[in-house]
């Protein structure tokens, strides 16, 4: 019994940019949470779900998996996590 493998042109593979800013964001969110709390020291829910988008993007598409729906795709993308993480900066900045 044999098995084949399905080859496309292009799969999908890691990308350690995307990999490396959601394990930052992880392990700097446990070490000082912190980092997600306004200058009152109260949770800033906009900065916290930035950093968890970008967090998120970055581990998805950082072991390689590329969703198959387009909105999945985009939301959960390369670009997307350094959209959030842009994003996050600038509200942390702007409070």
């Known amino acids: 019994m044999t098995t084949t493998v399905r080859s496309s042109a292009q799969a999908p593979q890691m990308h350690l940019p995307s990999l490396a800013v959601g394990l930052v964001i992880m392990v700097g969110g446990t070490v000082y949470p912190l980092l997600m709390a306004n200058s009152a020291g109260r949770a800033d829910h906009r900065l916290a779900m930035l950093l968890f988008w970008a967090m998120s993007a970055g581990f998805i598409r950082g072991v390689g998996f590329v969703?198959?729906?387009?909105?999945?795709?985009?939301?959960?993308?390369?670009?997307?996590?350094?959209?959030?993480?842009?994003l996050a900066v600038a509200a942390r900045w702007a409070a």
């Not at 969703?67 to 985009?74: E, H, I, K, L």
């Open 67 to 86: 969703p198959r729906a387009m909105v999945w795709r985009w939301l959960f993308s390369g670009w997307a996590c350094a959209l959030a993480l842009g």
